[in-house]
């Protein structure tokens, strides 16, 4: 027994308090992250996101009943097929809840309850839609980034303690070191390399890393690209139409991805980094 009975109760009572916010997070990010497929589906489609209001099956048209619609359980119940015309449902649905609820429950472990946590939870938001549309797509939707991109920089000093200047700077910084490489890459190479959408995206992911970690988020990003699309890049060689350097791969989604590990273990890597180098 602890000398302290009140302390040990405190202390027990601060455990629950932490284990609940990080349930009630991950179950936010579920259901956030079926929000998210609509998002993404009508992103993809043109539809309007608020008419109709509700969820109906891409295929048939069959509308989903609440317990159709419940994140990933559904999928699972229903065997990854429409109750209505047996199609299957594209395997991005489950996806996309899981990692939203992943990332929230991360975000809840790295802040703990308070603005810092519900600003990147919005944003990591923006950016799984915006990888999911250019996945499927390889086109990522101008305003969103644009509009993105200014609330980003506002919300960078307000509540992510990242200065104005900073992020401003890294914003600049990384949509300029894209341009130029863009411009650089179709110059010497005499096709496109780097897609526009990618360096507007910089514009968004800056102000929510800051200076400091645009090296980590490019660095990683590029990793991310390769390890992912490794099997593809040794498969093709030969003939220079089917070169794997001309096979389009999409960016964006790994910058997201890249941008999302840059707030949760950005200051560890580049803790990490400054002590071997020393
Ligand atoms: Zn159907």
Known sequence: MPENPGAFNSKAARMDETLVFRILATVLGLVLGSFYNVCIHRGLTGESIANPPRSKCPKCGHFLAWWENVPLLSWLALRGRCRSCRQPISARYPLVEALSGAVALALAVKFGPGMKFAVYLAFSGLLTVLAFID??????????????????????????????????????????????????????????????????????????????????????????????????????????????????????????????????????VLGWYLGVMR
């Open 135 to 268: 996945l499927a797509s390889f086109m990522l939707p101008l305003w969103p980034m644009i509009i993105g991109a200014a609330l980003a920089a506002a919300c960078a000093p307000l509540f992510l303690d990242i200065a104005l200047m900073d992020a401003l700077l890294a914003a600049g910084l990384g949509a300029g070191t894209f341009w130029l490489v863009r411009w650089a890459y179709r110059r010497l190479r005499g096709f496109e390399g780097l897609g526009e959408g990618d360096v507007w995206l910089m514009l968004l992911l800056g102000p929510l890393t800051g200076v400091r970690h645009l090296p980590f988020l490019i660095l990683a990003s590029g990793l991310l690209l390769i390890a992912f699309n490794l099997p593809m890049l040794l498969r093709t060689r030969g003939d220079d139409e089917a070169h794997p350097m001309r096979t389009p791969i999409p960016y964006g989604p790994f910058l997201c991805l890249a941008a999302v590990l840059a707030v949760l273990v950005g200051d560890e």
